[in-house]
C-alpha cells in the first residue's frame, strides 16, 4: 500500500528582488522515510526549510502538511510540524521537564495528555534520567536531544531537523543518528545538513539543491548504484608488466598508482575480477587487494553542483 504523503511541494519559488533563491522546486515526502536535503552554502536549502515550515511566504507555489494548505490554512498545518533548527530554542534556566511542559502547552497539548506526551518524548530521546536537571547545565548532546523532545512531543507527522550533529562527539553523533533512524519509522523526516555521511547513515532518500534548484533527487539504492563505477583496484606483491594485464579478458586499461596499485577499467557490468584472481594465483603475482572501486556521495556532490555551477557561467565569466 502507497505510505501516506506528509508534504507536497509544488513549484516552490521565493524572490528576493531579481534573484530566485528557490526556483520552481517539487518535491514529496512520505510516511515512514528519513530525506536528505543537501545543498552548498546559498544554495537555497535554508529558505526552503524556512518556507516549509511556515516561516516564510514563497513568492510562487503551494505547500501541503499532511494535506494542508500551509498558505491557506497555517494553523492547522503547523500543528503537524515538528522542527528543530540548527541552533534549538531552548531556555538554560529551566529544567528539561520544565521545559518540555512549556513546548506541550504552546502546541495546545491538554491537561489530561500532558504526561503522557511528556513521558512519551523523554523515552524516546533518552532523557528519562535528566528531566529535573537544568538545561544549561547539560551536555551538547543532551541539549540536542531536548531540542529533538521538543519538535516531537505533540507526535507531528512531519519532523524537520536543520544541521542536528552539529558541534557533537562522535558518540553523541552516533546517538543521534539512531534517533533519527527511530523516529523515520512513524513520522516523516527531513534532515538538513552538510555532514555527507550522515546522509548515507541515517537517510532512505537524498535531494540536491543548487542555485535555487532541485540537481538530484534519489533513494540511496540508486545513488550507491551510481557510485559503482567500471574499474577495480588491484595491488600485487609481484606485479607483471601492464601487458601481461591488458591480455585479461575484460580488462580495457591498467593505470599505474603512486601507491603501487593498479587501476583497472572495464567495460559496465563487465567485471574481469575473477579473471584477475586466477590469473594472480596461477602466475604467483601475490593478490593482496582486488576491490571494485566507488565514488562516495562527496564525489558525487561536488560534480553535480560543480557541474550545475558551470552550466550557470555567463560567456563572460566563463
Not at 506541550?104 to 536537571?133: E, F, N, S, Y
Not at 552539529?166 to 552516533?174: E, F, H, T, Y
Request: charged letters at 20%; proline letters at 5%.
Amino acid at each position: 500500500m502507497t505510505r501516506d504523503i506528509l508534504i507536497n511541494v509544488d513549484t516552490l519559488s521565493r524572490h528576493y528582488g531579481s534573484q530566485r533563491a528557490v526556483d520552481g522546486i517539487s518535491f514529496e515526502l512520505r510516511r515512514g522515510e528519513v530525506l536528505g536535503f543537501l545543498g552548498p552554502n546559498g544554495a537555497g536549502k535554508s529558505t526552503t526549510m524556512r518556507m516549509i515550515t511556515g516561516n516564510l511566504a514563497p513568492s510562487h507555489g503551494r505547500i501541503t502538511i499532511n494535506g494542508i494548505d500551509i498558505l491557506d490554512r497555517p494553523k492547522a498545518a503547523k500543528a503537524h510540524i515538528g522542527f528543530l533548527p540548527e541552533q534549538p530554542p531552548l531556555y538554560c534556566e529551566f529544567t528539561v521537564d520544565e521545559y518540555l511542559r512549556y513546548c506541550a502547552r504552546l502546541h495546545r497539548i491538554t491537561r489530561h495528555q500532558l504526561a503522557g506526551a511528556l513521558d512519551v518524548a523523554r523515552q524516546r530521546c533518552g532523557l528519562g534520567d535528566v528531566g529535573g536537571r537544568l538545561i544549561g547545565n547539560l551536555s551538547k548532546g543532551y541539549q540536542q536531544r531536548v531540542g529533538i523532545a521538543q519538535a516531537i512531543i505533540h507526535n507531528p507527522a512531519v519532523v524537520v531537523l536543520d544541521e542536528p550533529t552539529v558541534g557533537l562527539d562522535p558518540n553523541q553523533i552516533r546517538e543521534i543518528r539512531a534517533l533519527i533512524r527511530e523516529l523515520g519509522n512513524e513520522h516523516g523526516v527531513i534532515l538538513s545538513t552538510h555532514i555527507l555521511p550522515e546522509v548515507q547513515a541515517t537517510c532512505d532518500r537524498v535531494q540536491i539543491i543548487n542555485n535555487g534548484q532541485l540537481v538530484l533527487s534519489d533513494d540511496i539504492a540508486a545513488l550507491s548504484r551510481q557510485a559503482q563505477t567500471s574499474s577495480l583496484l588491484l595491488r600485487l606483491r609481484r606485479a607483471p608488466d601492464a601487458s601481461a594485464l591488458l591480455h585479461i579478458p575484460h580488462v580495457e586499461a591498467a593505470d599505474a598508482l603512486d601507491d603501487g596499485r593498479w587501476r583497472i577499467h572495464h567495460p559496465p557490468g563487465k567485471s574481469p575480477a575473477a579473471a584477475l584472481a586466477e590469473h594472480a594465483v596461477n602466475q604467483g603475482w601475490g593478490l593482496e587487494e582486488l576491490t571494485p572501486e566507488q565514488r562516495s556521495l562527496e564525489d558525487i556532490f561536488m560534480e553535480i553542483t560543480s557541474r550545475d555551477a558551470s552550466s550557470q557561467m555567463t560567456p563572460e565569466a566563463a
